[in-house]
């Protein structure tokens, strides 16, 4: 990781200047302010803000690249954003340079037009936070104002950099860290303010939104979205919402009161200039399991809600729960559009929110009041039978947990996640990255005995037999899948739906070009027909595609533009190669032209061989163990049955696993806490990870062996094929 504070300053400011149209030249470099902000559809040759413009429609009015010519694209450049971690944010372009982060919150300020290097600020993160982080160390994005980058940091710092040196202006923590708090999301700016929220419910933390002065850093206000435990006020602006309607949606009980509730504001948040309000999402629980975390089962305001407060003092306007009580980590932090759409009988115009969250229906609220419109299932599911007169959802009595695995869709991962969606306001449809992902959900009988930071009240190994065999997982696998949606949220109904081979997805750009981009897991980042869903064009960028795209234009020449990489949630938590192995891969910058030549690098890191590095050892109840151990303490990072999709080692071919000695240095005394690998001593004994050893080995055997296997039979099909 390249660990300079700038790169080329002068060279980089002679040229960032020189692409500012003369006619054109700000006050200042990057001299973002609210009325570009506020009419940034006008401009859009430019990206100003995380969804293109403070409605976060992603929708960008070029059209050089259309339907007629979009199978002319071909690579303008690459950039190389120097980590094998998860990439995830959405460029920014400002006046011809681009602002973009990658992992471990590092920033990058780019030629928009060559991708050449301007400078790169890295925060220095200590890599040991890593272990708080529930879905890789990933970072959606800068915002820019008044010649200022902001950006949020993964240990909980929001800094502000001159855009012209990426010279460190001032920072500021916006979290206690002693809680295993942390920051991925993209910040906005609005009013002056820099508004940003943070991440942590798995572990125990409390949520809140907070906005920082651009100019000087200090907190104009902070809204919490859990009360404080003791149900006094907090000197906040959402002191008067407890009091009036959040306190009493809790009980006075649970554990809740020590591990904070939940409700971190992690990812959406927007302004409806129109109403003069700031809307974010509101995630999960703490823990999941409500009857753990508040005996008293309430609805627990303001988790899995849309929440508006005055733009200006944080005071409280509105909210609308998608999911009350939520039980299975249905976080309503997904994309939030804003959009005027006929609504009613006489085909009026109103002003309305729509999101598509994790629980898998899409709603379309007011966006004044939050009164629910309109609401329906964009996926399949069967946590609820639908929802009542006032979006409530009519939940199914097994969905709520027991003893008795339920298999319940959508799963944890949600119908629709992090990736951004998009709206065509010429044709009124949303466009959704959805996914079909189950999971088991099940009481966790020992939940108040567990020592581990993830504990959720949820039986983690719920449904997953220790002795199920690979070829089986791979199977189940296939099951899974993802779509882009064409969705009407007029008649609440699909348009269109293209079907991918793998569920993860990838965010989405829609242009007046009459087309739609979005990016896969697997790589191939395409072109669709808008109206129709017809496939245009893709293109292999070589590693995962998941990220939002973007446009812009220079000199009158339009570009698209994706970050690349490999992790996130699906990557880490769930694994990937259960066919094939995942080499580490290098995030890049991805960015096309009609007409361009340059071509992609390819992958140049080298796996470790896949082999066992020891015998395989342990009774059938030390395998039980090292079973269940391993699934409630390192699965969140190194997948599901101990297979890694490559972002962190697969520990079945780690040499460690050969001798108990090294692997307790690791596990245990924290030698790798450096890169990342903390120790684990308060969540596991000495025999607690000699189990878990034993349970690595095993599933390092059976893997060789399947593996061998599979070799076997491609090599005789190989063989039969070739046979006169």
Request: charge should be negative; proline fraction near 5%; aromatic fraction near 10%.
């Amino acid at each position: 990781m390249r660990k300079m504070k700038t790169v080329n300053i002068v060279a980089g400011i002679m040229l960032a200047f020189a692409l500012v149209s003369c006619g054109s030249e700000p006050a200042k470099f990057a001299d973002v302010t609210s009325e570009r902000l506020l009419n940034a559809s006008s401009t859009p040759e430019e990206w100003l803000t995380y969804g293109g413009t403070y409605d976060e429609q992603r929708h960008s009015g070029l059209t050089q690249i259309n339907l007629d010519n979009v199978d002319e694209l071909g690579v303008a450049w690459t950039y190389d954003l120097a980590t094998a971690r998860g990439v995830e944010s959405t460029p920014i372009v400002v006046d011809g340079v681009m602002y973009v982060t990658s992992a471990w919150s590092v920033v990058h300020a780019l030629d928009a037009r060559t991708g050449e290097e301007l400078w790169v600020y890295d925060p220095d993160v200590d890599r040991a936070v890593g272990v708080n982080a529930c879905c890789d160390v990933v970072n959606r994005g800068v915002a820019v104002w008044e010649g200022k980058i902001f950006v949020g940091v993964i240990d909980g710092r929001l800094e502000a950099l001159d855009a012209e040196t990426g010279a460190l202006i001032w920072s500021r923590v916006t979290v206690d860290r002693s809680k295993p708090y942390t920051i991925t999301g993209a910040p906005r700016v609005v009013k002056g303010n820099v508004l940003i929220g943070n991440g942590g419910a798995e572990l125990g933390v409390r949520g809140y939104i907070s906005a920082y002065a651009a100019d000087t850093g200090d907190m104009s206000w902070r809204f919490y979205t859990v009360p404080n435990p003791s149900k006094q006020p907090d000197d906040a602006a959402s002191d008067a919402a407890f009091e009036a309607i959040g306190n009493v949606s809790w009980g006075d009980e649970g554990a809740w009161t020590t591990d904070g509730g939940g409700g971190t504001v992690w990812d959406s948040i927007i302004y409806d200039d129109v109403n003069d309000n700031i809307i974010f999402g509101v995630g999960n629980g703490s823990p999941w399991n409500r009857d753990y975390r508040d005996p008293a089962q309430g609805d627990n305001l303001f988790l899995s809600s849309i929440v508006a407060v005055d733009a200006t003092s944080g005071a409280y306007k509105w909210h609308y729960q998608t999911t009350p009580g939520d039980n299975w980590d249905y976080t309503a932090t997904q994309t939030i559009i804003l959009a005027d759409l006929p609504v009613g009988s006489d085909g009026a115009l109103r002003r309305v929110a729509m999101q598509a969250p994790k629980n898998g229906f899409f709603y379309v609220i007011d966006a004044a009041t939050g009164e629910f419109i309109s609401g329906e299932a964009f996926v399949p599911q069967n946590w609820a039978i639908g929802l009542d007169e006032t979006g409530r959802p009519i939940e199914l009595p097994e969905a709520r947990y027991s003893d008795t695995p339920y298999y319940q869709a959508p799963g944890a991962l949600g119908a629709h996640n992090w990736h951004p969606m998009a709206f065509n306001p010429d044709l009124n449809l949303a466009y959704i990255p959805a996914q079909e992902i189950p999971d088991a959900y099940a009481r966790d009988n020992i939940f108040p005995d567990r020592e581990q930071n993830w504990n959720t009240g949820t039986n983690l190994t719920a449904g997953l037999p220790m002795d199920l065999d690979l070829g089986t997982a791979m199977a189940l696998r296939a099951t899974l899948k993802g779509r882009l949606i064409a969705w009407d949220p007029v008649t609440q109904s699909a348009r269109w739906s293209v079907e991918h081979s793998n569920a993860w997805n990838g965010g989405v750009l829609s242009t007046a070009g009459g087309l739609v981009f979005q990016g896969r897991l697997e790589g191939e980042f395409s072109a669709y027909n808008a109206a129709t869903g017809e496939k245009l064009w893709g293109q292999n960028v070589k590693a995962g595609a998941a990220s939002g795209p973007g446009t812009y234009a220079i000199d009158g020449e339009q570009y698209v533009t994706i970050t690349t990489g490999w992790g996130s949630a699906y990557a880490l938590a769930g694994g990937s190669a259960y066919d094939q192995p995942v080499p580490p891969i290098v995030g890049k910058v991805v960015t096309f032209k009609l007409g361009g030549t340059e071509t992609i690098p390819d992958p140049d890191l080298i796996l470790p061989p896949r082999t066992p590095k020891a015998e395989a050892f342990g009774d059938e109840d030390l395998l039980q163990t090292g079973f269940d151990q391993y699934h409630y303490n390192c699965r969140v990072c190194h997948g599901p049955l101990a297979i890694s999709s490559g972002v962190l080692p697969d520990l079945r071919w780690s040499y460690i696993t050969a001798d108990a000695e090294a692997w307790n240095s690791v596990v245990i005394d924290g030698s790798l806490a450096a890169n990342g690998m903390v120790s684990f001593a308060s969540a596991l004994s000495e025999g607690d990870a000699e189990a878990i050893r034993a349970y690595v080995l095993k599933q390092a055997h059976d893997g060789a062996e399947m593996e061998a296997m599979v070799a076997a039979a491609m090599a005789a099909e190989a063989d039969a094929a070739a046979a006169p």
